[in-house]
């Protein structure tokens, strides 16, 4: 077995502040990624790795900067904080070979 | 582009009774479909996997669902449905060919009322 931590679990910012979310993962898993979750819609890709230093940009990457300098850890950067971004970035990560993805309990990010 | 659709943002039953949740995709190739639950306060958690095969697959936690080519959809049953059930029910569909990403439906928030 194995576990995704996800730090800080809240983070305050205030708006126009840059941001930095951290994700770490002991699976041994080669593709992670970062999605944002709000309230009432689904899970938007942000940006994903499939190995390290690989970066991906997904559906909503604008606004945002990644960084995947060891195949355990994936961070996420918010470069200016607004608040209308307030919401959960969930981390993910899946074995090559593909099958279900493991998700972290999140970090839920308020903006000020 | 691929898509996929949850319309039912919340369902409400009585604890006992069956229930279904339902998805349908939008996707030019052949689908690689999942399930996962989110229970208050947690993260994602999966639930069953479609790859190929067998269009019932049976996933954790008692639940099940079918795949149907015919109306692209991929429901999501149990039976009989627990007050523990109470929890958002995501869709996904895998684009395989693209690091494994994974398209979600906006969700449907269960209440199983014990």
């Known amino acids: 077995g194995g576990i995704i931590t996800q730090t800080p679990k809240f983070l305050i910012g205030q708006e126009g502040q840059k941001l930095t979310l951290k994700c770490q993962q002991n699976?041994?898993?080669?593709?992670m990624y970062w999605y944002r979750q709000d309230s009432g819609k689904g899970l938007r890709l942000i940006y994903y790795s499939i190995t390290e230093n690989d970066l991906q940009k997904g559906d909503l990457s604008e606004g945002y900067d990644a960084s995947r300098e060891k195949k355990s850890s994936f961070s996420l950067t918010v470069t200016s904080a607004q608040k209308n971004e307030m919401a959960v970035f969930l981390c993910?990560?899946?074995?090559?070979?593909?099958?279900?993805?493991?998700f972290g309990p999140g970090t839920r990010l308020t903006v000020l | 582009a691929q898509s996929v659709d949850q319309p039912d943002a919340h369902v409400t039953l009585s604890e006992g009774a069956s229930l279904e949740l339902r998805c349908s995709y939008s996707?030019?190739?052949?689908?690689?479909l999942f399930w996962y639950v989110q229970y208050p306060g947690q993260s994602l958690q999966f639930l069953l996997k479609y790859i190929t095969g067998d269009t019932v697959v049976k996933g954790t936690k008692g639940f099940e669902a079918e795949f149907r080519k015919s109306n692209s959809s991929f429901n999501l049953k149990k039976s009989p449905a627990h007050w523990s059930d109470s929890a958002k029910y995501f869709c996904?569909?895998?684009?395989?060919?693209?690091?494994?990403?994974?398209?979600f439906g906006t969700g449907t928030s269960l209440l199983v009322d014990p």
């Open positions: 996904a569909l895998e684009v395989s060919n693209m690091g494994y990403k994974l398209t």
């Open positions: 993910a990560s899946i074995r090559t070979g593909g099958a279900e993805q493991y």
């Open positions: 996707y030019s190739a052949a689908p690689y």
């Open positions: 699976f041994n898993h080669d593709t």
